[in-house]
């Protein structure tokens, strides 16, 4: 006679995602989710963007207003794509 242990196997393979996505992402590069919660979109930036004054703020700004405990797990900015985007490529100019 077995038991069955669904919520672990579910954990376990949720747990499996997220190391399949994490080990997606190369050295020296984080990933970030950006988008409302209806809609995310998944951007791998250089770990030296962290560093910026200007990212370092629109971080804080997103702690301010929406904190930091997010159902994806991970690093997330809660603004339009095309926001995003224009800012990081500022950030790439210099």
């Known amino acids: 006679m077995g038991f069955r242990l669904p919520r672990i196997v579910q954990a376990k393979m949720s747990l499996s995602t997220k190391n399949q996505a994490a080990s997606n992402v190369p050295k020296g590069y984080v990933a970030v989710y950006v988008g409302g919660e209806s809609q995310m979109k998944r951007f791998v930036i250089p770990v030296s963007h962290l560093n910026q004054p ?9 702690e301010e207003e929406f904190g930091f405990d997010h159902p994806m797990g991970a690093l997330t900015i809660p603004c339009r794509e095309e926001v ?11």
């Not at 200007?54 to 997103?62: D, G, K, P, R, Y």
């Not at 995003?84 to 950030?91: A, G, K, N, T, Y």
Request: glycine share 0%; no cysteine; hydrophobic share 50%.
């Open 54 to 62: 200007s990212f370092q703020e629109l971080l804080s700004q997103a």
């Open 84 to 94: 995003f985007l224009d800012f990081i490529s500022r950030l790439n100019a210099s």
